[in-house]
C-alpha cells in the first residue's frame, strides 16, 4: 500500500515570494491533516479536511496560508507573502474516519515524509 | 495547560538496554487516545504505539511497549534491547474524544541517542 506522499522535499525562497505545497494521502483515507513544526518542536496543526470539507484550521494564518482539498483527495498547501518564520518543515498526513470509543485507534494519523521550506 | 508534557529532551541509551521516555498528559475527557511516534532525521513521522483510555492492558508492539497509568495521566514509552536504529526523536500525542476531528496534540519530544 502506497504511503502518503508530498513534494517537493526541500524549497528554498525569499521572503515575500509565494510557495505550494502538495499532497496525496493513502487511498481511502477521507481525512487529511496539514502540520507546522518548527525545528527542535512537535508538529502544531494547521488544517484538518474531512473529506473536501474543512473540520478546523483555527491555527491557520489565514492572512498569508491558504489550503484547499477539491475533489476530497490530494491537498495543496499555500503560502503568500512567506515570512521568516514560516522556514519549517509542513507535514501532511492522513488517517480513516472510524468513530466509536473501541474503534478510536483506527483513526492512526499516517505522515509523508515533509516539505522542509527554508525562507531567506 | 500543556496537553502533553515530555520532560526529557535528550536521553542516552547504551545499546541493547531499555529505556523509558516520559510523557504526562492533561485532559478532562474519559475517551482519548495516546499514541507514539518515531521520527527518524529523515523527517518523516512513524506510528508505534497507541493506547486507548478504555483500554485496561497496556499496549505492546514488538520491542516496544506502552506504560499506561489512568490515574497519573501518564504513558511512558518503554523500549526493549535499544537498536543504533532507534536514534531519533520520539513525540508523544493525544487525541481528546472519540471522533476523528478532535484534536491532535504533540508533546515538544524527547531526543533518543543509542550510543554502540
Known amino acids: 500500500e502506497a504511503g502518503v506522499a508530498q513534494s517537493p522535499r526541500y524549497k528554498i525562497i525569499e521572503k515575500r515570494q509565494s510557495v505550494a505545497f502538495w499532497c496525496n494521502p493513502i487511498s481511502g483515507h477521507a481525512t487529511l491533516y496539514w502540520y507546522q513544526q518548527i525545528l527542535g518542536q512537535g508538529p502544531k496543526l494547521l488544517i484538518q479536511?474531512?473529506?473536501?470539507?474543512?473540520?478546523?484550521d483555527s491555527q491557520l494564518p489565514k492572512d498569508r496560508f491558504s489550503a484547499e482539498r477539491l475533489k476530497g483527495v490530494d491537498s495543496t498547501l499555500k503560502i503568500q507573502p512567506a515570512k521568516l518564520e514560516d522556514s519549517a518543515v509542513y507535514l501532511c498526513?492522513?488517517?480513516?474516519?472510524?468513530?466509536?470509543?473501541?474503534?478510536?485507534?483506527?483513526?492512526?494519523?499516517?505522515f509523508g515524509a515533509g516539505t522542509r521550506l527554508s525562507v531567506l | 495547560a500543556q496537553k502533553i508534557t515530555q520532560t526529557q529532551p535528550g536521553m542516552f541509551v547504551q545499546e541493547k538496554e531499555a529505556v523509558t521516555l516520559d510523557c504526562t498528559y492533561d485532559t478532562s475527557d474519559q475517551s482519548y487516545g495516546l499514541f507514539w511516534y518515531k521520527q527518524p532525521s529523515s523527517g518523516e513521522m512513524i506510528f508505534l504505539i497507541y493506547q486507548g483510555s478504555y483500554d485496561e492492558q497496556n499496549a505492546t508492539e514488538g520491542r516496544y511497549s506502552l506504560n499506561f497509568q489512568k490515574a497519573r495521566k501518564s504513558a511512558n514509552l518503554v523500549i526493549s534491547a535499544s537498536q543504533l536504529g532507534d536514534s531519533a526523536m520520539y513525540f508523544c500525542a493525544m487525541r481528546e474524544g472519540q471522533y476523528n476531528f478532535n484534536k491532535f496534540y504533540f508533546g515538544s519530544g524527547t531526543k533518543l541517542n543509542v550510543k554502540p
Open positions: 498526513a492522513s488517517s480513516l474516519v472510524v468513530t466509536g470509543p473501541s474503534l478510536l485507534a483506527k483513526n492512526i494519523q499516517y
Open positions: 479536511f474531512q473529506n473536501n470539507g474543512v473540520v478546523d
